[in-house]
């Protein structure tokens, strides 16, 4: 699977974005597919992740209530919906995706190590 994401961009505090990651071959079909984000000078961390076909969401307590995880079987896309944007959601965005057969517990779905696929990042800054 080889994943592009986009739709970064600068965006006032306040105001809401839409990032994007496609697949190319197969789709998202039985994958789990996620987004981390990754601060200048910080470590990559969890933002939300999906069960796509099946609908189960994962969120980071930081962006719950804020941004929101989605899917488009037509297009072979998932959508990451950001709200309220603050200057501390700056950073680079990843998509990641990996096979749901491997995804045994609640808990790897927050971890990177849990992916196999990445897309190359998508840079969001927020100007206060």
């Known amino acids: 699977v080889q994943l592009q994401a986009s739709g970064g961009g600068l965006v006032q505090a306040g105001e809401s974005r839409r990032l994007s990651c496609s697949a190319s071959g197969r789709g998202f079909i039985n994958y789990s597919v996620a987004w981390f984000r990754q601060a200048p000078g910080k470590e990559r961390e969890f933002v939300s992740a999906?069960?796509?076909?099946?609908?189960?969401?994962y969120y980071s307590d930081f962006v719950k209530g804020r941004f929101t995880i989605s899917g488009d079987n037509a297009k072979n896309t998932v959508y990451l919906q950001m709200n309220s944007l603050k200057p501390e959601d700056t950073a680079v965005y990843y998509c990641?995706?990996?096979?749901?057969?491997?995804?045994?517990?609640?808990?790897?779905?927050?971890?990177?190590?849990?992916?196999?696929?990445w897309g190359q990042g998508t840079l969001v800054t927020v100007s206060s």
């Open positions: 999906v069960k796509y076909g099946v609908g189960t969401t």
């Open positions: 990641a995706a990996a096979p749901l057969r491997g995804m045994r517990s609640a808990t790897v779905y927050y971890s990177a190590t849990s992916y196999d696929y």
